[in-house]
């Protein structure tokens, strides 16, 4: 039985401008307003052409457990305005009490590879529930989305090779530590050094040992002989505590001890230097001795760049040790997912569109319901559409880029579509099943097999083709003009 952070209600995990907004609607009597919200982002992290949808079983743990207990309503019942009187009406606190999340949500399923303005996940309900989410969905997805990213970076570059996840002691606190090494191992990562993940998600742990356990002997050789006589069935030798050259010597000498015991010294890890010509000396050493069956594990500060390079230099690393630049997303340290209204129902029971404007042409939102079309051919998925689900592409349509109306595509070379938003909660119930880690981390690898590798490269990636069906542009740009015309 797995276990989770989120199962527990939450619901004060956000900012107080939500819960001021939710009594703003309770208290005009607009609170049960249906509408709809799209969650998305505008722009890839890392400067990639991909992006890893994670987050959506946390989101549902969250909105499963989401309720207001005495103790927070109590809570929020201290909080005053400026002038110092009580900032809620006790009438608005019981109701909140009461209140339980009762509308629908689509999703993409974890694991899913999106593109810049694709709704990840949909909320529609009585706006003051929808407006209560933001935050916390934009805290589990962004984050979740942008480790998985970064991981599924890390694996494109190591290909094959076996990659751990050593962030732990460098995470941003304990959720950003449990969080990104669930996210890293959905992203590509085989195991993590994290032992709460792996019990909690099921995910493989794996380790080597420290420093200090060398220096705590009176020689290399002996601190390699009794760690592989106490644990002579996971026997990883750091090698680089005093010279790493000299170290890989005794690894192979505490290796020989460990074979007439009929076990092997399964791998020596190289922690400092020059990692690519270390590896390749120790190789070399290793091979010699017989050790031709034990890995060489390399860590040190690596992130997707460096191990591209390495193997590019021939290094002989064959698993690869990365903490700090996975878990803390180091050179894009946030996702700028958003969470923005896209429709509210007017007293007739239709749609009345709603669009924020900006003078930057990147954040002007998008209306709608919207749902992504995605279109395959023989190789794999070719484009996405966006699309309102009131006015669905009736056959082939054309879809039109939404910062560029004259660039438009038809799918001439399309064979098949799916849409990517899936139904998670009718009237607050969950209608979906989550899938287990593992199903979710095959379906960041299919994915990626699936998408050209122009749209995979680190520099300047390929843009891979998302636009706006017609008639959604459509709309989009008369509620623009009517908006900038007011
Ligand atoms: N052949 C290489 N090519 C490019 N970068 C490398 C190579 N070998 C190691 N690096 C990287 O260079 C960075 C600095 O390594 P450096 O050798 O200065 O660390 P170190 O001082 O040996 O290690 P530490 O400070 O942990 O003891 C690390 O990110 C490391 O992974
Ligand atoms: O380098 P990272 O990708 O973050 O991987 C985790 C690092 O954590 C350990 O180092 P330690 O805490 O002993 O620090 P140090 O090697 O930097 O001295 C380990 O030896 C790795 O070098
Ligand atoms: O097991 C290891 O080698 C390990 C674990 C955490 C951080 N650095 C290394």
Redesign the pocket.
């Known amino acids: 039985m797995l276990h989770s952070l989120y199962n527990t209600s939450l619901s004060l995990l956000t900012d107080l401008y939500q819960l001021t907004m939710a009594y703003g609607y309770w208290k005009s009597g607009t609170a049960q307003k249906e509408t709809v919200f799209n969650l998305y982002f505008r722009k890839h992290p890392f400067q990639g052409g991909f992006t890893v949808a994670c987050g959506l079983s946390s989101a549902i743990e969250y909105l499963n457990a989401f309720s207001f207990s005495s103790d927070d309503v109590r809570y929020l019942s201290t909080l005053t305005g400026t002038d110092g009187q009580p900032l809620f009406d006790p009438a608005f606190l019981d109701y909140l009490q009461t209140l339980r999340f009762t509308g629908d949500i689509d999703a993409v399923p974890e694991g899913t590879v999106v593109f810049p303005n694709e709704p990840l996940i949909r909320v529609r309900g009585p706006i003051l529930q929808c407006q209560l989410l933001e935050t916390p969905l934009l805290t589990l997805i962004n984050f979740q989305s942008l480790i998985a990213t970064k991981a599924a970076r890390m694996r494109l570059a190591a290909h094959d090779d076996t990659l751990?996840e050593?962030?732990?002691?460098r995470a941003q606190g304990i959720d950003g530590g449990m969080t990104a090494s669930r996210a890293a191992y959905i992203g590509g990562c085989d195991a993590t050094?994290n032992v709460l993940a792996g019990k909690l998600y099921g995910i493989p742990v794996?380790?080597?040992?420290?420093h200090s356990w060398v220096m705590s002997f009176d020689s290399e050789l002996e601190s390699f002989n009794v760690y592989a006589d106490v644990l002579p069935n996971n026997v990883?030798l750091?090698v680089d505590t005093y010279d790493t050259i000299q170290g890989v010597r005794n690894a192979v000498e505490a290796g020989k001890k460990l074979r007439e015991r009929g076990y092997q010294l399964s791998a020596i890890?190289l922690?400092s230097g020059d990692l690519a010509y270390l590896s390749m000396e120790a190789r070399k050493l290793l091979d010699e001795a017989g050790f031709r069956e034990t890995a060489i594990?390399g860590?040190n500060d690596l992130d997707e760049y460096l191990v591209t390079s390495l193997k590019e230099q021939g290094a002989k690393i064959n698993i690869w040790?990365i903490?700090t630049k996975l878990v803390t997303a180091y050179d894009q340290p946030a996702l700028g997912g958003v969470y923005k209204l896209a429709a509210i129902q007017n007293p007739a029971g239709q749609w009345d569109y709603k669009l924020k404007l900006s003078e930057q042409t990147i954040k002007i939102s998008t209306p709608g319901i919207q749902q992504v079309r995605r279109y395959y051919n023989e190789r794999g998925f070719i484009s996405d559409m966006i699309y309102n689900e009131e006015t669905p592409p009736a056959g082939p349509s054309t879809m039109i880029d939404p910062y560029d109306f004259t660039r438009q595509r038809r799918f001439a070379d399309a064979t098949t579509f799916e849409d990517l938003l899936v139904p998670v909660f009718r009237n607050g119930q969950t209608v979906y099943t989550t899938p287990d880690i593992q199903t979710v981390r095959n379906r960041v690898t299919t994915q990626l097999s699936q998408l050209h590798p122009g749209i995979k490269r680190f520099t300047n990636p390929h843009a891979y083709p998302v636009g706006l069906e017609q008639n959604l542009h459509q709309l989009r740009t008369d509620l623009i003009l009517k908006l900038r015309q007011k």
């Open positions: 751990l050593f962030g732990l002691r050094s794996r380790g080597t040992h420290a990883t750091l890890r922690d594990v860590s040790g903490g």
